[in-house]
């Protein structure tokens, strides 16, 4: 193997690599037993043809393609290990030729951090309390969910669940043509558009009526934004909820049999409304944490590492919008923006999920975070576990590679627990206990786990 040098930036490096025939006959071999299968030979059975003769139809080349992604990778992997490079994700390949095997592989390095004075970080968890309010809210939602709905003889309220045959049209163009349509009078919606619902309080059922509103300017369909919209809608039916009277009955006919009294309801409704605000108020306080912390280090990033992560959010992206089952345009008009806008976003949170990784990773270098070997099989067992449940199999080549993803969680995981233990912890002199503040806290969902985001 020759190696060439060239330095790109103090953050990144360029190999170039030429292989002597000593490193790629093993990659012969594993080619032609990929291809000898396949390939038919006059005098010899599928897969039976020797080496020498099967070259002769495909060429050294064809034989290298067949292993051609294996051998780039682990070739790079052995030049950075001659070179004694120290990496923070995958080269780029370039091939230059197969036979002789020549590639050049830009490789990124480790970022350059500074925390700066990270271990003056101090911020104080907020006290969080359960109202009573709160309380009768989420007992209100159990009302509604388990209520019945009776017609009325009356005008349109809103919370009522009205049915209803709806014309739109604007500019003379039917834009909607809905019989029968049902839905509920809600002020929080802006479906079909903004303010069709508060025009809908008032009438009266079997009339039919005209109004007009007005189609937002960033509606997804500039053909029709900004417009007057004009609607017919004959209403059929109005319906008002029916909320169950609060006692004990309505407690114990609760779904799961959870409840034995209202006063049990109530007990443990607030119970759950106090697990649900300290787990956001501890997120809530993580996140604050860890976002000091980013916003005081300096982080220069490769920028193949960037690419990477650009690239994958791209992806991520691109396989929702296959999930749901939409084309790319409809999506961008749905989002209100363009291919591009949405590219350039992806650009800056893939420099803010590098900046926030690698700015934890330093800290856990500084601080001497370890993590066990005991901590990366119990980790790994569970992985396995995961991949057994779904059917999904393990190659006994990827476990290394699982490994050390598994400990690069792990230990960013112990970093977040290490920098919110110097938030937490008191400076040494200081007199007075800092005074908590009181904030309600309203509940959130749980946030993901901070991950590395190396390529």
Known sequence: MKISNNEASNLEKVLKIELDEEDINPYIIKGYNKV????????????????????????????INEVMDE????????????????VSGTPRIELESIYPFVFTAKIPLQPIVDLGSYKNIKINKKTVRVLKKDVDEKIDQMRKQIASWEPVNRKVKAGDLITADIEASVDDSKIMDEKGAVFIVDHNTSLPFEGFTEKLVGLKSGQTNKFSTKVSKDH????IAGKEADFTVSLSEIKQQALPELNDEFATSLPNGEYESLEDLVAK??????????????????????????????????????????????????????????????????????????????KVDAEERLKRSWALTKLGELEDVQVTDDEIEAQLNLYKEQSKNSKQKIKNRDIDRIKISIKESVLLSKSVDKILEIATTKSVGSKKKPKAE???????????NVKSTKS
């Open 71 to 86: 051998l780039a990778f682990e070739m790079s992997d052995r030049a950075i290990e001659k070179e004694g490079l120290d």
């Open 36 to 63: 000898k299968n396949r390939v038919k030979i006059p005098g010899f059975r599928p897969g039976k043809a020797p080496i020498n003769v099967v070259e002769q139809v495909v060429g050294k080349e064809g034989m």
């Open 220 to 223: 997804p369909n500039s053909e």
């Open 269 to 346: 409704t607030k119970d759950q409304i106090k697990n649900e605000m300290d787990l956001a108020n501890e997120n809530e306080h993580r996140e604050s944490v860890i976002n000091k912390l980013t916003e005081g280090a300096k982080v220069e990033l490769p920028e193949l590492l960037v690419e990477r992560e650009i690239e994958n959010i791209i992806s991520r992206r691109n396989e929702m919008i296959e999930r749901m089952k939409i084309t790319k345009e409809d999506y961008f008009k749905f989002t209100a923006k363009t291919e591009q806008q949405m590219d350039e976003e992806a």
């Open 438 to 448: 009181t904030k309600k806290v309203v509940a959130k969902k749980k946030p993901k």
